[in-house]
């Protein structure tokens, strides 16, 4: 079946999945896709990830 995009969603809490070690994402202690902040300017941070096609997402209630 032809896709533009594929979402996984995983839970609510992390854990370890080793194809995505393997697949070159970089992970913190928690098992959590990391990004690398670095600043392009004082005022607007950017996020880069160690995959660009990776998106480390968290939903919120309110």
Do not use: N, Y
Not at 7 to 17: D, K, L, S, T, Y
Not at 29 to 45: L, N, Y
């Amino acid at each position: 079946m032809p896709a533009d995009a594929v979402i996984m969603a995983f839970g609510f809490h992390p854990h370890r999945m080793p194809w995505l070690e393997a697949a070159g994402v970089a992970l913190d202690s928690q098992g959590r896709i990391k990004p690398e902040w670095r600043a392009v300017t004082v005022i607007r941070p950017v996020r880069r990830r160690s995959l660009p096609a990776a998106m480390p997402c968290a939903a919120q209630t309110l």
